[in-house]
């Protein structure tokens, strides 16, 4: 991969466009918060750059190696105890789309809890793992687990499968281009690529920039449905489903559209801040539909 900023992770072209700076010091604060300490991430650096691909529309951050360690996951595991949750809307929606008999490939399979739904639809589910303790859990169920990253499985088994599943992995992903050029070596003719990421809007419910578990070294980029669309055109492929996950977190959700809305029209703002949650929790309720949650899921075919 090329590390140069001007260069696209998704294209491997010099079409991008700065976005935003944030303050590293301030990325720090917000980790604080939640009781982790990543000033080892930031050593030397003051700021960090939102960039954007203009010719799909992905943002990412700058500098790319700014990634999580395996202390990093230990912390997250260990203070927020929702990080691995099961039954995710994104796994309920992707399972309608494996049949029977095929063979699907997870890469960040964890412990296998998509993979044992995978094995009971009657398929052949395989796993790609980086964390030990994980493997040892997953292959403990009888789950095929290869210790190794995407490019490396993709050449040893090109053409293979006929799905091609991760769920809240991409987003941590700096080479979108790698991942989805091997992606597409592992499948066969007419096999999909199946991805679920945190939807940002143009951030986590559309306007929290410093949305914590959206910024790195938790993150590498943002993901909606625009950059979904596009980035299969680049890819050649077909996009057969591109869905939001409905809106659930009503009291996060219109808190921060309120204090966005107070920034520019504060009596506005102060107002909505002093609707009873009872009262806003209802509408949201009926509106949810209309409005885009916290995850997107989105299938492509070869």
């Given at each position: 991969?090329?590390?140069?900023?001007?260069?696209?992770?998704?294209?491997?072209?010099?079409?991008?466009?700065?976005i935003?700076?944030i303050?590293?010091?301030?990325?720090?604060?917000?980790?604080?918060?939640?009781?982790?300490?990543?000033?080892?991430f930031?050593?030397?650096?003051?700021?960090?750059?939102?960039?954007?691909?203009?010719r799909?529309?992905?943002?990412?951050?700058f500098?790319?190696?700014?990634?999580?360690?395996?202390?990093f996951?230990?912390?997250?595991?260990k203070?927020?105890e929702?990080?691995?949750?099961?039954?995710?809307w994104?796994?309920?929606?992707?399972?309608?789309?494996?049949?029977?008999?095929?063979?699907?490939?997870?890469?960040?399979?964890?412990?296998?809890?998509?993979?044992?739904?995978?094995?009971?639809?009657?398929?052949?589910?395989?796993?790609?793992?980086?964390?030990?303790?994980?493997?040892?859990?997953?292959?403990?169920q009888?789950?095929?687990?290869?210790?190794?990253?995407?490019?490396?499985?993709?050449?040893?088994?090109?053409?293979?499968?006929?799905?091609?599943?991760?769920?809240?992995?991409?987003?941590h992903?700096?080479?979108?281009?790698d991942?989805?050029?091997?992606?597409?070596?592992?499948?066969?003719?007419?096999?999909?690529?199946?991805?679920?990421?945190p939807?940002?809007?143009?951030?986590?419910?559309k306007?929290?920039?410093?949305?914590?578990?959206?910024?790195?070294?938790?993150?590498?980029?943002?993901?909606?449905?625009?950059?979904?669309?596009?980035?299969?055109?680049?890819?050649?492929?077909?996009?057969?489903?591109?869905?939001?996950?409905?809106?659930?977190?009503?009291?996060?959700?219109?808190?921060?559209?309120?204090?966005?809305?107070?920034?520019?029209r504060?009596?506005?703002?102060?107002?909505?801040?002093?609707?009873?949650?009872?009262?806003?929790?209802?509408?949201?309720?009926?509106?949810?539909?209309?409005i885009?949650g916290?995850?997107?899921?989105?299938?492509?075919?070869?």
């Amino acid at each position: 991969m090329n590390l140069s900023k001007e260069i696209s992770p998704v294209t491997g072209e010099p079409f991008t466009e700065f976005i935003k700076e944030i303050s590293a010091g301030n990325i720090i604060d917000q980790y604080n918060e939640i009781r982790i300490d990543v000033r080892r991430f930031f050593e030397g650096i003051d700021n960090v750059e939102i960039r954007k691909c203009r010719r799909t529309g992905y943002r990412y951050y700058f500098p790319f190696g700014i990634f999580g360690d395996a202390g990093f996951y230990e912390d997250l595991q260990k203070n927020r105890e929702d990080y691995y949750p099961t039954d995710k809307w994104e796994h309920l929606q992707a399972i309608q789309h494996i049949k029977a008999g095929q063979s699907v490939l997870e890469v960040g399979c964890a412990t296998g809890y998509f993979l044992d739904m995978i094995r009971k639809k009657k398929a052949v589910g395989v796993g790609l793992e980086m964390n030990k303790k994980a493997i040892a859990e997953a292959r403990q169920q009888g789950f095929d687990i290869f210790e190794e990253y995407l490019r490396e499985h993709s050449v040893s088994h090109e053409g293979k499968y006929d799905a091609v599943c991760s769920f809240q992995v991409l987003e941590h992903i700096a080479d979108v281009k790698d991942y989805f050029e091997s992606a597409k070596r592992c499948l066969k003719p007419g096999g999909k690529i199946i991805a679920a990421v945190p939807n940002s809007n143009p951030y986590l419910h559309k306007y929290d920039l410093y949305h914590t578990m959206n910024l790195p070294p938790h993150h590498a980029g943002m993901w909606n449905k625009a950059t979904f669309r596009k980035v299969a055109e680049y890819f050649d492929l077909t996009t057969v489903y591109l869905k939001t996950e409905r809106l659930k977190e009503y009291k996060t959700w219109y808190k921060i559209q309120a204090n966005h809305i107070k920034q520019k029209r504060p009596l506005l703002g102060g107002l909505m801040l002093l609707v009873p949650r009872q009262v806003y929790k209802s509408f949201l309720w009926a509106a949810s539909p209309l409005i885009e949650g916290r995850n997107v899921l989105a299938i492509f075919s070869k």
